[in-house]
């Protein structure tokens, strides 16, 4: 069986990283789930007014009720770096095609209103490549049209999907916080928003903030798909990412 993105990613940054400061699946080290405080209901957090307000937001641009469950979030984590000497305790994440939907893009925008995070500008170009999203994103979730116009609200791609997704809605069902064809996209957003503010938490105080890569941006630095690219190669990406997003420069392993 074909090595997936992910795990291959993660083996790789794991080496990159020193190999004993990661744990993820991906490299059969599970995350710690008391590591991190990650509730559905990101009300359960201890967050400064400005935060809240943004999720206030969020939660009005993404439509939802405002019940998100009891349950938390640890099985969401890709990774965790703990401890790591240059880079310290964070979230570790790898965006693949699923990530990059309208209701991600919502969240981006406000987001960065809020938190100036150097990964935002990259992943809202690549949210709002219309080429992408119809020939990556959206069959990813089972879906077989295309979009002509990028929705402009949550309103819109839910019109959308009432015309368009007319058999199993196995992949747009709707979610608890999100009860509508399509909830599923925005609770991944929903989701991906709570980890990029995990480390705002009077609860979880001992992280920095998350770095997050884009499997897209690894084709387009290389030019070929991420499964046609070798180690070394995605090495190189690691390392140059870490240095013109984050700021870090890893020592040779």
């Known amino acids: 069986m074909k090595e997936k993105d992910e795990d291959r ?22 995350v710690d789930g008391t ?30 009720d405002g019940n998100f469950g009891t349950g938390n979030l640890n099985h969401h984590i890709d990774a965790l770096l703990i401890d790591h000497p240059l880079m310290g305790s964070r979230v570790v994440e790898f965006d693949e095609e ?42 990813k979730y089972q879906i077989k049209a295309g979009i002509h116009t990028y929705p ?29 064809l399509g909830g599923r996209m925005s609770q991944r957003a929903y989701y991906d928003t709570i980890l990029d503010v995990a480390h705002l938490a009077r609860q979880n105080d001992h992280l920095s903030p998350p770095l997050r890569f884009a499997k897209r941006t690894f084709e387009e630095l ?13 090495a190189e990406g690691i390392r140059r990412l870490l240095n013109s997003y984050y700021d870090f420069t890893l020592p040779p392993v």
Not at 38 to 61: H, N, Q, R, W
Not at 158 to 180: M, Q
Not at 222 to 234: C, L, P, Q, R
Request: hydrophobic share 40%.
């Open 222 to 234: 290389f030019h070929k798909s991420f499964g046609n690219m070798t180690n070394d190669e995605i």
């Open 152 to 180: 402009a609200t949550i309103r819109t791609l839910i019109e959308w999907l009432d015309e368009h997704v007319t058999s199993s809605v196995a992949h747009v069902e709707a979610k608890p916080g999100f009860n509508y």
């Open 98 to 139: 699923v990530n990059f939907t309208p209701p991600r893009k919502f969240t981006l925008q406000i987001l960065r209103d809020y938190s100036d995070y150097s990964f935002i500008s990259p992943y809202l170009l690549i949210c709002n490549d219309l080429r992408y999203l119809n020939g990556y994103v959206i069959p």
């Open 9 to 30: 990613f993660f083996g790789v940054f794991n080496t990159v990283t020193g190999g004993e400061f990661l744990d993820s699946k991906c490299i059969g080290k599970p």
């Open 35 to 64: 590591f991190v405080f990650l509730p559905a209901d990101y009300k359960s957090l201890e967050l400064s007014s400005g935060i809240k307000a943004m999720f206030a937001l969020i939660t009005e641009v993404l439509g939802s």
